[in-house]
């Protein structure tokens, strides 16, 4: 039996995996939310080698630095889209923030998203929207993004900024 938290992270896990590996078939992305699903409710918790195994597990053709990649990416926007839908349902978060991981390794694009404000009930980015980054790059956005990561390997988060309780 799930707790209510666990049905949560699975659902958002699933719509982080649907929307950010959509180019692998139904099939695989249904073994991924399985494999990852079950490690990531567990009650003693997981170690990200044990996440990066569940994901070589489904696909195995890939390296070890690109499954811990990925795993890292899903759990992460997971956790990310679970609280902000909790946050939502709780009726005091009105705003959230863009943060960044605030080192030299932040992209130009998350650089760009870095403060940004919007509604608790809003998307940071929309599906077609053109993002800029300082240097004139554009990235044209795949889906709409209510949270990070924007991309994979993404350390971005956001966080409640307004509460209220009106």
């Known amino acids: 039996m799930t707790s209510n938290a666990d049905d949560n992270l699975i659902a958002a896990l ?17 073994a991924l939310r399985r494999a990852l699903g079950s490690s990531m409710t567990q009650a003693s918790g997981i170690s990200l080698p044990e996440l990066t195994a569940a994901v070589q597990s489904v696909l195995p053709y890939e390296n070890r630095e690109r ?6 990416t899903i759990c992460y926007g997971a956790g990310n889209l679970a609280n902000r839908r909790a946050w939502e ?7 959230v923030k863009w943060f960044t991981a605030d080192d030299a390794e932040v992209c130009g694009f998350c650089a760009e998203l870095d403060g940004n404000v919007v509604s ?4 940071f980015l929309k599906k077609g929207d053109t993002l800029t980054d300082k240097r004139g790059v554009e990235m044209i956005v795949q889906r709409n993004i209510e949270v990070p990561p924007l991309h ?14 009106d």
Do not use: F, H, W
């Open 14 to 30: 699933r719509d982080v995996i649907d929307s950010m590996y959509g180019e692998y078939d139904g099939g695989t992305r249904g």
């Open 67 to 72: 499954a811990e990649q990925i795993a890292k």
């Open 89 to 95: 349902r709780s009726g005091v978060v009105k705003t």
């Open 120 to 123: 608790v009930n809003d998307c």
């Open 152 to 165: 994979e390997g993404c350390r971005c988060c956001c966080r409640p900024e307004s509460i209220s309780l």
